[in-house]
Structures are given as structure tokens and as C-alpha cells.
């Protein structure tokens, strides 16, 4: 059949219609005409896969990865690597469908994006990763590494990766040869983390069932002689940054894109504007990095996490920074139940991809603190929970958009929010 899209979806997908019927299609982009491929529903919603661009968008690009696009055994939706969604799309597009798709999101829950919100894009949007877990696949040839198909159970060995840090891609084999001379087998995944500015190399083996008795240390060894030049760390790597400085487990979360990690804080920082006197609550605190940079200028900042290495990981690195951070344990909506009003003026956010628990926002606005800076990295549930913000009495004031994943459908997304 022939389609015609004509706008962004969420997912990486474009969204046509045709007799009336609607189409999540993938591998086009809007304005193109392709020839399309049926591939089952998705959500409720019929999906097809592009087979053939017969007009093709200026802003069309030949993909970087040779893993990107439909693999020729799987129904055709299914990447070869579910990694990567916007690949055939200019990089300054695929900016431009992402701010669309953010305002879609905000005006199907009743807001308005400030039409003034900057898309915050990279220089060089390539081995941003710092961060990447790969699945194990034993084959005829011994060990690789790979990633699932999109929305499949399969895995697909990889050779490269773009959007990783050189020096993952560069381990991937070293692990894998050391794991075939030493007879390592049942390994079910792996997780690497390079250090941005260091040497440092953390790695995390996990196993199918049970963890087998085997070398470790014999295993690292050999690890560390296939990689000279690299520090392999089993236990913590080193996050620095503005002068501070943050330990990182692989069993505790770490924004992967260190470039933009940055622009991130440094944006939601501007936002909040914390100053001598405010007291702030940063909810969904992770490890500890966004609370430690707001405490340099903030008379006490008051951390909430209920991942309980992740707080522990938390206290190390106030105590690190000799940051004025008190941790609260548990999860958030339980947390703020004990909170008095007006303990704290102000609040950062940044909860999961699902957003706030109905709770968490009722709690929220029950404390109503001045103002609120909330990072999402999914803009459907940061919409939802916005409006809910504003119907409880609070105002929009700015926003912004951060690509911390190009190449991706997914998009970071902070809004600044004060009390009417």
C-alpha cells in the first residue's frame, strides 16, 4: 500500500491515514510517500514499516550504523537493533520532530509550550554514551554482544554502535574473547560505564539462573591485558564535574550522555536559581548529583530516594563534597507526609519515565514550595503532571527541551513552575 505521513508520533514512528484508518509507520518521514507493509497493531493502533521511499523527505540521511533498519528475517518493524529510531533523519529535524512531539504531548493534556522553549541539541550528536548494557549471545563462533530487536525477545550481535563511547565498543570483544578462553559460560548480559574525563572502565556480569562458581579475578585479568589503557573497576568509577566530584556503582542509575547531562543541570539550576536562605527539596534523588550541585548555593537541600543503594551511594558523595544534604529514605509521597509546610521554598523533580504517583503531586501541592523545576524524560507523563500542577495553583514560566538521546525517540524535557 501507499502512505503518505504526515506528522511525528511517539515512538520514532509517523503517523498517516488512509481511508480514513490511522498508521503508526516506520522509517519514513512526514511529507515522503513510501510504500508500506502491514505489521499487526501496536497499542491499539495499526503499524507498518516502510518497504520503498517513492518521494523522499530533503531531510531524509543515509543512517550511520549498519545495525539501523528493518532486519530481512523479522516482520520488517523490527530493527535489526531496537537501539535508534531517527537515524534516516537529518539531526536538525530530528530536533525539530521532537519539539513537535513535546507540544503534542502538552496540548493533549491542555498546555501550551512556551513558544520560546530552545531545543537543546549537540554539536557532534555521536558516542554521547557513557553508559550501555548488552545482552550475551553464545553462537558457533563463540560469545558476542548485542542489543534486543525492537519490540523482540531476539538479540542481535553487533559489531558497532555509534552512539557509545569507543571505548565500550572497543571492550565488547575483549570480554567476550576472555570469556571463551577461560570458559566462561551462562553469562545473560553485561554492563559497561567508561568515566567521561579518566581511564576508568566499570563492569557488571550478570548470569542466567544462578551466579556459577568461576575466576573472577582471572577473568579481569585477562579482561584488563586485551584492553591496555583502560583501568578496570568492578566496585565504583569517579563522576567529576563543577569542581565536584561523584562515586557511581553500575547498581545505581547515571545519566548516560555526560555532554548533555550537563546542559541539563545547568539549565534546571537556572531555573531553580537557588540562593542563601532556600531550603529545597530535591525528590527522586538518585545518587545524589543534582542535590550536591543545588546545596553549593542553597542553605539545605533535602534529598529523597527509596532505591536504598542509591542512597547510601547519595550520603558517600555529600559527605565527598562536604555538601549540606540530608537524605530522607522511602518513597516520595510517603516522605512528604512527614514534611511540615513551609519547611522548604523550592523543589527539583526528575521521577522516572512513568512520572509522579498521583499521591507524590498531592503531597506536592500540599507543601506548595514557591517554585519547582521538574525533569522527565518522558513528555506524555511530564504533561500529565504538569497540568496537574497548574490545576493545583501553579503557573508554567518556562521550559526547555534537552537531546539527551539522539538518534532516539526518547526526549528530556524541564519545566519551570511558581506558585500563582
Not at 570480554?175 to 563492569?203: H, M, R, S, Y
Not at 531553580?272 to 548529583?289: C, H, M, N, V
Amino acid at each position: 500500500m501507499i502512505l503518505k505521513p504526515e506528522t511525528v508520533g511517539h515512538g520514532g514512528f509517523t503517523v498517516a491515514r488512509e481511508d480514513g484508518k490511522v498508521w503508526l509507520l516506520g522509517y519514513a518521514l512526514p511529507g515522503e510517500v513510501v510504500e508500506a507493509e502491514p505489521r499487526g497493531r501496536q497499542g491499539g493502533v495499526a503499524v507498518a514499516t516502510t518497504s520503498h521511499v517513492i518521494e523522499s523527505s530533503p531531510e531524509r540521511v543515509r543512517p550511520e550504523c549498519p545495525h539501523f533498519g528493518p532486519g530481512a528475517s523479522q516482520p520488517a518493524f523490527l530493527t535489526q537493533c531496537g537501539g535508534c529510531q531517527w537515524q534516516h533523519a537529518a539531526y536538525a529535524y530530528e530536533l525539530k520532530l521532537k519539539r513537535q512531539v513535546v507540544e503534542e504531548a502538552w496540548s493533549r493534556a491542555g498546555l501550551r509550550l512556551p513558544p520560546d522553549t530552545p531545543v537543546l541539541g549537540m554539536d557532534d550528536p555521536w558516542r554521547y554514551r557513557i553508559r550501555g548494557e548488552f545482552e550475551a549471545i553464545p553462537t558457533s563462533d563463540g560469545l558476542r554482544f548485542g542489543f534486543h530487536r525492537q519490540r523482540s525477545h531476539t538479540v542481535q550481535p553487533i559489531t558497532t554502535c555509534p552512539i557509545h563511547d569507543e571505548r565500550i565498543e572497543k571492550a565488547l570483544p575483549a570480554f567476550a574473547k576472555a570469556a571463551d578462553e577461560l570458559q566462561v559460560v551462562g553469562i545473560q548480559n553485561l554492563l559497561l560505564t567508561v568515566e567521561p574525563e579518566g581511564p576508568g572502565l566499570l563492569w557488571r556480569i550478570r548470569f542466567k539462573g544462578r551466579e556459577p562458581s568461576w575466576a573472577r579475578a582471572d577473568y579481569a585479568k585477562r579482561v584488563a591485558e586485551l584492553l591496555p589503557g583502560q583501568v578496570l573497576l568492578d566496585d565504583a568509577l569517579t563522576l567529576a564535574f563543577w569542581g565536584m566530584t561523584f562515586r557511581v556503582r553500575s547498581d545505581t542509575f547515571v545519566q548516560t550522555n555526560y555532554q548533555q547531562m550537563l546542559r541539563l543541570y545547568e539549565t534546571a539550576l537556572r531555573m531553580l536559581a537557588p540562593a542563601e536562605g532556600d531550603r529545597i527539596l530535591d525528590l527522586y534523588a538518585g545518587i545524589g548529583t543534582i542535590s550536591v550541585a543545588v546545596a553549593r548555593d542553597a542553605e539545605s537541600v533535602t534529598a529523597v530516594e527509596e532505591n536504598p543503594r542509591a542512597v547510601q551511594l547519595g550520603r558517600l558523595n555529600a559527605r565527598i563534597n562536604s555538601a549540606r544534604v540530608e537524605y530522607a529514605p522511602g518513597l516520595v509521597e510517603k516522605v512528604l507526609r512527614q514534611v511540615r509546610i513551609g519547611r522548604h521554598n523550592a523543589a527539583i523533580l526528575d521521577p522516572p519515565r512513568a512520572g509522579c504517583e498521583p499521591a507524590a503531586l498531592a503531597e506536592i501541592l500540599r507543601l506548595g514550595p514557591d517554585r519547582l523545576v521538574y525533569i522527565s524524560c518522558e513528555p506524555s507523563t511530564h504533561a500529565r503532571d504538569l497540568i496537574g500542577l497548574v490545576r493545583g495553583g501553579y503557573r508554567v514560566r518556562r521550559a526547555a527541551i534537552v537531546d539527551m538521546f539522539p538518534h532516539t525517540y526518547h526526549i528530556e524535557s524541564v519545566a519551570l513552575l511558581e506558585r500563582s
